[in-house]
């Protein structure tokens, strides 16, 4: 079935109510920015073989496509400057959203490895653990659970 413009408002409104996907607590932080670099953030999630030029590269997902793109220059510029910034583009099935790609940074490849493969958090760096507390402190007491650390 293919997706329509209704289906990106319902999949919009599922993030609202159901949350962040999982991947944005663990891979987000690779980019060393906090949600709010991003205008009208929605979700981050890692690139899959679908489309081959986003594949193992973090993908943040925000509703500044199309039309709107023209509404946030200024942000948007700071986005095309980031280090990791790789390329972007609207979504196929509704324009006003908008798929930023970074490349993973040398520093957390590692970690990025390890996490991706996900019968392997416990093996991430404690320096990444402090990164994700950095990027997400309104979490400081579950982190270390996440990957499955001692509090």
Known sequence: MEKTNNDSRIYELW????????????????LDVSIEFFPEYLDCFVGDEERPDTFGKIIVFTRTGGHLMRDYLIPHQRIWLHPQYDLGYDDPYCPVYHNWVFTIPDKWKKDFELIH???????????????VKKIFP????SIDS??????
């Not at 962040?20 to 932080?29: A, G, M, V, W």
């Not at 493969?117 to 990164?131: A, G, H, I, R």
């Not at 309104?138 to 007491?141: K, V």
């Open 15 to 30: 993030l609202k109510l159901k949350g962040q996907n999982p991947s944005t607590f663990l891979f987000f932080p690779m």
């Open 117 to 131: 493969d996900k019968d392997q958090l416990e093996n991430v760096s404690q320096e990444y653990v402090n990164q």
């Open 138 to 141: 309104e979490f400081l007491d």
């Open 146 to 151: 996440w990957f499955y650390r001692e509090d």
